[in-house]
């Protein structure tokens, strides 16, 4: 559990570890659920507005509990709608949360770490270094945070949250469902943080919580094999894997964690976890770099991997930064690109790029890291080794 001056952040406990907790203060275990409503559903921060619990269960938790988002530094809104949370989780570091309204959606993508360690060239966060792992309570309370703010622009919502609507309060409202998917594809790297983004997951999917459905809620991993098979097992959201390179010569440029988990073991491992959901599918990210991955060799190399594992392709236009070295591939070529796809029977989409005015957009997310020598010196030494185009 996650505390805050000895307190326990309830934002950071999940259902089974909360009916524990209030048992060993004396409380039924329907206690859990009530609290959990109120929490993550209605929004309450203040224990003495949760009028159907006891009176003495609300000074308890007063006493040995708080509820504590990380605190916001600024909060950008996009022209396309698209709203950027700069977070503060101390020592200097800051994490981002970018939501994205849709007609028939609200996507909230949120972050696991503050930096990241895997380092991909293509990425602005990783280039900033690693400091550290966010706690279970930073990341729901990215999601809780961004909800609250939402939904101060939704009157009718606001009101239902709080009981105050006609209607009862339900996860299955739609009024109330502005956030209907979250994507763990922010700042880090969520699978080096498996204790504590296992618990968040399970939140998010957790009907007196957020009540997301499993395909609903995607992580988006770089290929971390292990803990790839222990998320399987443990909570088989949907997954989404960076892959971003049809060969392994190409990939260890691109996304260094394949020098130790490379294509064959990461196949391998996709098909492992399509065992736990068999009707799902994984969702195979790449980035389209100019001259460096977008070729029409790369484009049959791609297909050869997508006939070894049931998958859809999301080509991703490249955001660049000027620490990167690299271009976007042309509109032009990216169509034909995923032309090449199509034509072979590879289902494949092309992201649509929102919030680059606020610096929100896909592989955007910096944050506001401090500079470690070590770490910023591997880098540029990193950025001065060319990438060469390799298509076997």
């Known amino acids: 559990m996650t505390t805050t001056d000895q307190r326990i952040n309830l934002l950071g406990v999940e259902s089974d570890s909360l009916v524990k907790q209030v048992g060993a203060w004396g409380n039924k275990p329907f206690r859990a659920k009530q609290l959990l409503r109120w929490v993550h559903q209605r929004g309450i921060s203040d224990f003495d507005q ?3 619990l006891a009176k003495g269960f609300r000074s308890t938790l007063t006493e040995r509990c708080t509820l504590q988002t990380p605190s916001v530094i600024t909060q950008k809104v996009s022209t396309d709608g ?10 200097n570091n800051a994490v981002e949360t970018v939501f994205i309204p849709e007609d028939d959606r609200g ?3 949120i972050s696991s770490q503050a930096g990241c ?3 991909c060239r293509f990425c602005s966060t990783g280039h900033q270094g690693f400091n550290r792992n966010l706690t279970t309570a930073e990341i729901v309370g990215q999601l809780w945070k961004a909800r609250h703010d939402i939904m101060q622009d939704k009157p009718a919502a606001r009101l239902a ?11 299955q409202d739609q009024d109330l469902r502005v956030i209907s998917n979250v994507v763990m594809m922010g700042m880090g790297e969520p699978l080096l943080n498996y ?11 957790d009907d007196n919580a957020y009540g997301l459905s499993r395909r609903r809620v995607t992580v988006s991993t770089s290929g971390v094999v292990p803990f790839m098979d222990r998320l399987a097992h443990d909570c088989p959201v949907a997954l989404a894997v960076s892959l971003h390179a049809p060969n392994d010569a190409l990939r260890d440029q691109l996304v260094p964690l394949n020098r130790k988990y490379p294509l064959a073991e990461l196949i391998a491992a996709c098909n492992r976890y399509l065992e736990h959901a068999p009707r799902d599918f994984i969702t195979f990210e790449y980035v389209m770099l100019d001259g460096v991955n977008d070729s029409d060799e790369h484009a049959r190399q791609l297909i050869d991997i997508t006939r070894q594992v049931k998958c859809k392709l999301n080509l991703i236009p490249f955001n660049p930064f000027p620490e990167s070295g690299l271009k976007r591939s042309s509109n032009a070529r990216i169509r034909q690109f995923s032309s090449l796809l199509v034509d072979h029977g590879v289902i494949t989409t092309v992201r649509k790029t929102r919030g680059e005015d606020i610096d929100a957009a896909c592989g955007q997310l910096a944050g506001d890291v401090k500079d470690r020598t070590r770490i910023s010196e591997r880098m540029q030494a990193f950025k001065s080794i060319p990438i060469t185009e390799i298509s076997s």
């Open 50 to 52: 949760m009028t159907d």
């Open 82 to 91: 698209t709203r950027k949370w700069l977070f503060d989780v101390g020592n």
């Open 107 to 109: 996507t909230l993508c």
């Open 117 to 119: 360690t895997v380092g």
């Open 161 to 171: 949250a709080a009981g105050q609507g006609e209607a009862p309060v339900s996860v």
């Open 195 to 205: 204790d504590q983004v296992l618990p968040a997951l399970q939140l998010m999917l």
